[in-house]
């Protein structure tokens, strides 16, 4: 009987191990990386001044179907006159690829501080609305939002 050539076979076990170790790689990568990540986001916003909560109104449905498409309001209690209105809205993610969502400049002559606009986002999360009054006051609003089906988590936004 000739002698048996598993080199073949051999190969073709480390390439199907190899692809296997690919694919399980790229699935059960995290899709976040750390929850402190958030607070690090929201001090670099803020510059490490004191956030309190109060005056911003962050409307997003708590329980939302399709992760894709997330419908935000953002409103901050402000007269937007010359010597007291809203400089800033900012929104942040906590697990999204991306902590920072969208920053929004205004000043006075913008009549009210009201932002709206869709998001995309990965899993069920925490939401955060900050504003950035005239005074150099920092304001905000939380909201825990769960995904029943999240969006693409690859970062591609």
């Known amino acids: 009987m000739p002698p048996v050539d598993n080199s073949s076979s ?3 076990r480390h390439i199907l191990a190899g692809a296997a170790g690919v694919v399980a790689s790229v699935v059960l990568r995290p899709a976040h990386a750390a929850a402190g ?3 690090v986001a929201i ?3 803020t510059k490490g001044a004191p956030v ?7 409307d997003v449905a708590e329980l939302v ?3 894709n498409v997330v419908p935000i309001t953002v409103t901050v209690d402000s007269p937007m006159t010359a010597a007291d209105h809203v400089k800033s809205i900012a929104v942040f993610n906590e697990k ?3 902590r920072d969502v969208a920053r929004f400049t205004l000043g006075p002559r ?3 501080a009201d932002v709206t606009m869709r998001i995309r986002l990965a899993t069920s999360q925490q939401l955060v609305a900050i504003a950035q009054m005239s005074d150099g006051s920092y304001w905000s609003h939380t909201v825990d ?8 988590i690859e970062g591609d936004y």
């Open 145 to 152: 939002v769960i995904v029943t089906l999240a969006a693409c």
């Open 96 to 98: 999204n690829p991306q």
């Open 52 to 58: 309190r909560a109060g005056k911003v109104k962050l």
């Open 43 to 45: 001090a670099a916003y």
């Open 65 to 67: 179907d399709n992760g």
């Open 37 to 39: 990540d958030l607070a």
């Open 110 to 112: 913008a009549g009210k």
């Open 10 to 12: 051999l190969n073709r």
